[in-house]
């Protein structure tokens, strides 16, 4: 079975870029499509985007112009970087597998971020 | 404000069939399947419910989705005390790029 493991750093200051990656095992990176999710602190998930081996990528529309997802096949890892963050990037970031019909079928156990100086 | 409506509550007794609801629009829930999830607390989300009505190995016959025109529904019977936790939907929307949507989240209580 796959399992994920997100890690980075769980702070980072308003302005700069927030960096994480997801480390999988158990299972080929390049079979699955793969998942960025985030979810405040009491509040609902939020869908980040997606990328695939061949580094196609898909973004939320609402953090598209912030956003940016890689790939790295030779380290089973898959990287998400977030630009210009502010305190409403707080949040515990999960990484997930996506299928082909949407939905996040494995999840890593997600990582707190929080935005402040 | 989630583009996919759940109500933020539920509740019911042990061994009582619970439903929650999950409205979107034509560019998700009408064009595409619905994927639900739970959430215990402290702990991250497991898929519940793929392709609409689809349990994953080990989920519980207890659990059944549907989906007609733009909403959808989650069904628990025989509710447990260990099924208290929160429930979102879920679904590829074709608006502007395609991506994926959730709803709110439905907290379920078991009383």
């Known amino acids: 079975q796959v399992q994920l493991q997100e890690s980075g750093p769980g702070l980072v200051k308003p302005s700069e870029t927030l960096s994480l990656t997801c480390t999988v095992s158990?299972?080929?990176?390049?079979?699955?499509?793969w998942s960025w999710i985030r979810q405040p602190a009491g509040k609902g998930l939020e869908w980040i985007g997606r990328?695939?081996?061949?580094?196609?990528?898909n973004y939320n529309p609402s953090l598209k112009s912030r956003v940016t997802m890689s790939v790295d096949t030779s380290k089973n890892q898959f990287s998400l970087k977030l630009s210009s963050v502010t305190a409403a990037d707080t949040a515990v970031y999960y990484c997930?597998?996506?299928?082909?019909?949407?939905?996040?079928?494995?999840w890593g156990q997600g990582t707190l971020v929080t935005v402040s100086s | 404000q989630s583009v996919l409506t759940q109500p933020p509550s539920a509740s019911g007794t042990p061994g009582q069939r619970v439903t929650i609801s999950c409205s979107g629009s034509?560019?998700?829930?009408?064009?595409?399947?619905v994927n639900w999830y739970q959430q215990l607390p402290g702990t991250a989300p497991k898929l519940l419910i793929y392709?609409?009505?689809q349990r994953p190995s080990g989920v519980p016959d207890r659990f059944s989705g549907s989906k007609s025109g733009t909403s959808a529904s989650l069904a628990i019977s025989g509710l447990q005390s260990e099924d208290e936790a929160d429930y979102y939907c879920?679904?590829?929307?074709?608006?502007?790029?395609?991506?994926?949507?959730f709803g709110g989240g439905t907290k379920l209580t078991v009383l």
């Open positions: 997930a597998t996506l299928s082909p019909s949407g939905s996040l079928d494995y």
């Open positions: 392709s609409n009505n």
């Open positions: 158990g299972g080929s990176i390049s079979s699955y499509y």
């Open positions: 990328i695939y081996t061949s580094g196609s990528t």
């Open positions: 034509s560019s998700n829930i009408g064009s595409n399947t």
């Open positions: 879920a679904a590829w929307d074709d608006s502007l790029n395609v991506h994926v949507v």
